[in-house]
């Protein structure tokens, strides 16, 4: 694999997630909100992925900016990368499905929110962060330089850390026993096997 070829697969993939997303953002439009937990960390935080996931891989592949700080690149880690992105894009998609009408892009309680614990639920807690850990590793092989490829990672794990904990004290003030029901058959990223 080259890298131009590379780079096609991250734009690719990228247009696969806006396409996937859409029916959702627009679903998410029409349903209540009840009860939110949104700061400006919160908000800082989406930005920086926005920007690290889309605009700067983007901006640095039509534009050339980080050239400076390109490293090598095999066709292996472009393989592997395509990879990582088919995985990323279907448990993206998966998550989405199975949340449905719970899916916020912040931290939300909807009208009629409902403990979602079944299908990719039913043994990952937080399958969406998973698949934009997987995002963030796809760009990272896709495109070898130590900025556009690596802002990605960077900017989810600041979305990850800031956010996980409050979400899931989001989740157990609604649900309470419920959820720490759920907690203990799931882990966060990874699936529960036994
Ligand atoms: N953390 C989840 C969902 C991300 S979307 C994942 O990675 O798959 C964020 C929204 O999902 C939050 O507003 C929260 O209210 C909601 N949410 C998170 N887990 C949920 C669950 N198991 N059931 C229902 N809603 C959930």
Redesign the pocket.
């Known amino acids: 694999m080259t890298t131009s070829a590379a780079a096609l697969i991250w734009c690719f993939g990228i247009v696969i997630w806006t396409i996937i997303r859409l029916p959702h953002r627009r679903r998410a439009k029409r349903t209540a909100v009840v009860s939110d937990k949104k700061s400006l960390g919160e908000q800082l935080a989406l930005s920086a992925c926005i920007a690290g996931l889309v605009v700067i891989p983007a901006v640095h592949l039509v534009f050339k900016t980080f050239e400076f700080a390109e490293f090598t690149f095999y066709p292996v880690q472009g393989w592997i990368g395509a990879l990582a992105m088919v995985t990323f894009l279907s448990m993206f998609h998966l ?1 989405h499905k199975h ?1 449905a009408k ?3 892009v ?4 909807r009208e009629g ?5 079944t299908g990719v ?1 039913s043994r990952i ?5 998973t698949s934009f850990w997987l995002w963030g590793l796809a760009q990272a092989l896709l495109i070898p330089n130590w900025i556009a490829g690596l802002a990605g990672v960077a900017s989810v794990a600041w979305l990850y850390f800031s956010r996980i904990e409050n ?1 899931e004290s ?2 157990r003030e609604q649900f309470g026993a419920d959820y720490d029901a759920y907690c203990s058959r799931t882990f966060r990223l990874v699936p529960k096997i036994f």
């Open positions: 998550s949340l719970n899916w916020s912040t931290l939300e309680i929110h409902k403990l979602v614990d639920y807690r937080h399958p969406m962060y979400e989001l989740m």
